[in-house]
């Protein structure tokens, strides 16, 4: 679901680097709430900030966003990685061992905030994908709308990468 901006992810020296490059892209994607990766707690967490205290309108969204970052991290090395454990703030839809089952680890409900927890250890692991070098190419590629966006120029910058997404497909 990252499109062409996931694949500059790909290219980043570690898993912990590339997860906080998809943070990083995140206001491409959406906007309705922000993800952070936080590597100074006891455990590395990527936390997702909602807007209000009513969770339940955007659990169906929130379990997507969850899920694709989990499945990005799953899959970025031939080894499949899990994460510890999910947490979600808002009460399951499901029951709730479909979501360990999908998901590859477990997933409890009513938590304080929605969070994946990450081995420390496997965001040091190195990607096989890594290139730098093309990595910076393509981020300069993005540069411009990202700036365009910063300065306002909010249709420009999401005209832009509209476009170049769809330029790749058949």
């Known amino acids: 679901c990252f499109s062409d901006l996931g694949y500059v992810a790909m290219l980043s020296p570690t898993v912990g680097e590339m ?4 943070v990083d892209i995140q206001g491409f994607r959406q906007n309705v709430w922000k993800a952070r990766l936080d590597f100074e707690a006891n455990q590395v967490q990527l936390l997702w900030d909602l807007p209000d205290d009513d969770h339940g309108h955007l659990a169906a969204s929130i379990e997507f966003s969850v899920a694709s970052y989990t499945h990005f991290y799953r899959s ?9 454990a999910i947490r979600f703030q808002h009460q399951p839809r499901f029951p709730a061992a479909v979501y360990s089952e999908l998901l590859g680890c477990p997933v409890a409900f009513g938590a304080v905030r929605t969070r994946v927890e990450f081995d420390r250890d496997q965001l040091k692991l190195p990607l096989p994908s890594a290139n730098p070098d093309l990595q910076r190419m393509l981020q300069a590629t993005y540069a411009a709308p990202v700036a365009w966006l910063a300065n306002g120029r909010k249709h420009s910058g999401l005209t832009y990468l509209y476009l170049a997404g769809e330029l790749n497909k058949s």
Do not use: A, D, E, G
């Open 19 to 22: 997860l906080q490059t998809t």
């Open 76 to 84: 970025c090395l031939p080894v499949r990685l899990t994460p510890k």
